[in-house]
């Protein structure tokens, strides 16, 4: 078992080395890269605002009823102040993360193991063309690129979601709401968050695409490589939270 993914760990580094590479035909590149910023950013713009308001509100009307729980008087300014704590730490860089390496994983896996089963990936190797730089950097760039938009959306939605349940809900106002937002955080927790987003984008981009281009066999091994793409793209970005909150926050 561990030799196994100890040689899995081996191909994946020597595939990434193969991918990171200057392209060979820059306009054939810049085409790819925008057609993937449209795949995996653009159209993901839809479930991270949805996912993002509802959650900001809920953790916020969460906050408002621990607040009033506790022993001892919490201004109700801390409502917004804790709403835009959470989910600039955790909820949007991490849990917006994980959402995007069961939509954008299941997709990246799916798309060049049917290129894989279909031989079309043979055809590009026996043409001489550097297959995995042609397939996997664009998604590696684009991911780098749209996913942190992608975070900074996403916790300005929480934020709008927090503010939206004050409003329905009556339990806080929107100087309260405005006056926590405003409070000051250290600029180490935003450096936090991004830092964490570049390394999640760049595992939702490799990991799947290492699977996919790994594929052997027909239809039904591109549907299970697809599975444990996901499954593994999620457990690296535990992994390596871990470690960049280790890193960075101790």
Same mark, same amino acid.
């Given at each position: 078992?561990?030799?196994?993914?100890?040689?899995?760990?081996?191909?994946?580094?020597?595939?990434?080395?193969?991918?990171?590479?200057?392209?060979?035909?820059?306009?054939?590149?810049?085409?790819?890269?925008?057609?993937?910023?449209?795949? &995996?950013?653009?159209?993901?713009?839809?479930?991270?605002?949805?996912?993002? &308001?509802?959650?900001?509100?809920?953790?916020?009307?969460?906050?408002?009823?621990?607040?009033?729980?506790?022993?001892?008087?919490?201004?109700?300014?801390?409502?917004?102040?804790?709403?835009?704590?959470?989910?600039? /730490?955790?909820?949007?860089?991490?849990?917006?993360? /994980?959402?995007?390496?069961?939509?954008?994983?299941?997709?990246?896996?799916?798309?060049?193991?049917?290129?894989?089963?279909?031989?079309?990936? $043979?055809?590009?190797?026996?043409? !001489?063309?550097?297959?995995?730089?042609?397939?996997?950097?664009?998604?590696?760039?684009?991911?780098?690129?749209?996913?942190?938009? /992608?975070?900074?959306?996403?916790?300005?939605?929480?934020?709008?979601? !927090?503010?939206?349940?004050?409003?329905?809900?009556?339990?806080?106002?929107? $100087? $309260?709401?405005?006056?926590?937002?405003?409070?000051?955080?250290?600029? /180490?927790?935003?450096?936090?968050?991004?830092?964490?987003? &570049?390394?999640?984008?760049?595992?939702?981009?490799?990991?799947?695409?290492?699977?996919?281009?790994?594929?052997?066999? !027909?239809? &039904?091994?591109?549907?299970?490589?697809?599975?444990?793409?996901?499954?593994?793209?999620?457990?690296?970005?535990?992994?390596?939270?871990?470690?960049?909150?280790?890193?960075?926050?101790?």
């Amino acid at each position: 078992m561990i030799k196994k993914f100890l040689n899995a760990f081996g191909e994946y580094f020597l595939l990434m080395g193969k991918s990171i590479r200057t392209p060979q035909k820059m306009s054939v590149f810049w085409k790819h890269l925008m057609r993937e910023i449209n795949d &995996l950013g653009v159209n993901s713009f839809g479930l991270v605002i949805f996912t993002s &308001l509802f959650v900001g509100a809920v953790v916020a009307i969460q906050m408002y009823n621990n607040f009033e729980a506790s022993a001892f008087p919490i201004p109700a300014s801390f409502v917004g102040y804790a709403t835009k704590a959470v989910l600039v /730490l955790e909820f949007s860089p991490t849990i917006i993360s /994980l959402v995007l390496a069961g939509k954008v994983g299941s997709y990246i896996a799916s798309s060049i193991g049917t290129m894989r089963v279909s031989e079309q990936i $043979d055809a590009l190797d026996i043409m !001489g063309v550097n297959s995995p730089n042609f397939l996997i950097f664009p998604k590696i760039l684009a991911s780098l690129i749209f996913n942190p938009l /992608l975070i900074a959306m996403s916790i300005s939605m929480g934020i709008l979601g !927090g503010y939206l349940a004050g409003e329905m809900t009556g339990n806080w106002t929107q $100087d $309260d709401y405005a006056t926590g937002i405003q409070m000051y955080m250290p600029n /180490l927790f935003y450096y936090y968050a991004f830092i964490k987003t &570049l390394v999640f984008a760049f595992i939702i981009a490799t990991v799947p695409s290492y699977f996919g281009y790994n594929v052997k066999g !027909g239809s &039904l091994e591109v549907g299970r490589a697809s599975t444990q793409a996901v499954v593994w793209t999620m457990v690296f970005i535990i992994i390596s939270e871990l470690l960049l909150t280790q890193m960075i926050l101790s």
